[in-house]
């Protein structure tokens, strides 16, 4: 059974930095690329990051680059999601997903974790 599980969520203060994980229990983990969505409540989900299945190519939205830093680790079947100088607006709960075959900024993804809060205070 193919499972996402995210993790390292939680409350921190603007300019703060948190790093989230997803650890994935795929079968041939490195023919994935991974992505990272988040949404509020009210809100579609949005695209945050993605990562190829090796890892060399990466891709962010433009409210998070130059601050987030997308990374993997194919060996322990791992995401991970380096947030750093966070901002109010970017609380929401955040998702990773993985896709067979090449990374995408957009839908669909044919897996997905149940979400990990994260709240940026000002």
């Known amino acids: 059974q193919v499972q996402l599980v995210e993790s390292g969520g939680g409350l921190v203060q603007a300019g703060d930095s948190l790093r989230l994980s997803c650890a994935a229990s795929?079968?041939?983990?490195?023919?994935?690329?991974m992505g990272w969505f988040r949404q509020t409540p009210g809100k579609e989900r949005e695209f945050v990051a993605a990562i190829s299945r090796g890892g060399s190519i990466t891709y962010y939205s433009d409210p998070v680059k130059d601050r987030f830093t997308v990374s993997r680790n194919n060996a322990l079947k791992s995401a991970y999601l380096q947030m750093r100088s966070l901002k109010p607006e970017d609380t929401a709960d955040y998702y990773c997903?993985?896709?067979?075959?090449?990374?995408?900024?957009?839908?669909?993804?044919?897996?997905w974790g149940q979400g990990t809060q994260v709240t940026v205070s000002s």
């Open positions: 997903a993985a896709r067979l075959g090449e990374a995408r900024a957009t839908l669909p993804y044919d897996y």
């Open positions: 795929i079968p041939a983990f490195g023919t994935y690329a």
